[in-house]
């Protein structure tokens, strides 16, 4: 599949950057970027300049995330496709494609409540990729930085989210997920934009007004010994786990969740499956994984504890 789009960055807002930054740097195994100004935080996972950026604020939350278009063609197109959809264009100024190291930058505000960022020429780092934590780095390339997962309160956000992603954005749905979970119902919807399983996922929740709509980030490696490796440190730094290791029913990906200083968690997985332009296995899921992804509190009830790292 020819990448007409990728998942470029997620901009973060934080609390306590502070803690944010050990644990992206000593958990997650990402490699600081160079500031986007004063108190902004860059992280990087390849060659690119950034793929993550921070900044203190009053929320823990994201506050957008970008797509990269190869060519000033389809950046025009995209934008007429976003004005046909109904959707306000804010054209990005200097300061702001400067921030974000990009050469175009025009922004619209997602049914989720985030801006989705449409971005040309995300820039080349200057130096190459290195990070002690993941020597072999991440998984990227045509397939953008990974995929993000944003949350909806009600049936009616979640029919425009996904209309947003098919019709404005000119995603394409992978599958779906529907499933009980005591007395609510779980519906999450799965998009793909290259070869990438989903860069972008909207599930649908109760929840109230305000709640936090990032549901996690994706940071994919090339083995499932660096998914063990980064759920060992941790278990080491006493990092809070929402998930044990397990394998996504869907998309395949070995992963494990853990808990992120402000809430929102990343998944660090392997394995992920890639689709093509023949894909032609759009249907519906009635269970998150196929085996794993506990939460710590099952295994507790089960064996009578947590896991630690040894």
């Not at 499956?273 to 089960?302: A, C, F, K, T």
Request: charged residues 20%; proline residues 7%; hydrophobic residues 40%.
């Amino acid at each position: 599949m020819k990448a007409e789009l990728e998942a470029a960055y997620v901009g973060l807002q934080s609390k306590d950057p502070t803690a944010l930054r050990r644990y992206l740097a000593d958990v997650v195994g990402l490699m600081p970027g160079e500031p986007a100004g004063e108190g902004v935080d860059t992280w990087r996972v390849d060659g690119k300049a950034q793929r993550l950026f921070v900044r203190q604020g009053a929320s823990d939350d994201a506050v957008c995330m970008g797509f990269e278009v190869p060519d000033d063609a389809r950046f025009d197109a995209l934008l007429e496709r976003l004005r046909r959809h109904g959707c306000p264009i804010r054209e990005g100024g200097a300061d702001l494609t400067s921030a974000r190291r990009v050469r175009r930058l025009a922004s619209v505000q997602a049914p989720w409540g985030v801006d989705v960022e449409v971005v040309a020429g995300l820039a080349d780092a200057p130096m190459p990729f290195a990070s002690a934590l993941m020597p072999r780095g991440f998984v990227t390339g045509a397939q953008g930085f990974g995929h993000g997962v944003f949350a909806v309160g009600n049936a009616a956000d979640y029919e425009a989210a996904r209309r947003f992603a098919i019709d404005g954005l000119g995603l394409t749905l992978s599958d779906w997920l529907r499933m009980p979970m005591g007395e609510i119902e779980l519906n999450v919807s799965f998009f793909h934009c290259n070869p990438r399983h989903h860069s972008l996922a909207i599930a649908c929740v109760p929840m109230p007004p305000g709640a936090q709509r990032l549901h996690h980030i994706n940071f994919e490696v090339p083995s499932v010994p660096d998914v063990g490796a980064a759920f060992e440190r941790a278990l080491r730094t006493g990092t809070p786990l929402a998930n044990t290791i397990g394998q996504h029913a869907n998309d395949q990906m070995v992963s494990f969740y853990s808990v992120s200083p402000g809430g929102w968690r990343v998944e660090i997985g392997a394995c992920g499956r890639v689709v093509g332009d023949d894909w032609n296995d759009v249907r519906e899921y009635d269970r998150i994984s196929d085996w794993g992804h506990q939460p710590p509190e099952v295994l507790v009830q089960m064996f009578g504890a947590a896991p630690t790292a040894r």
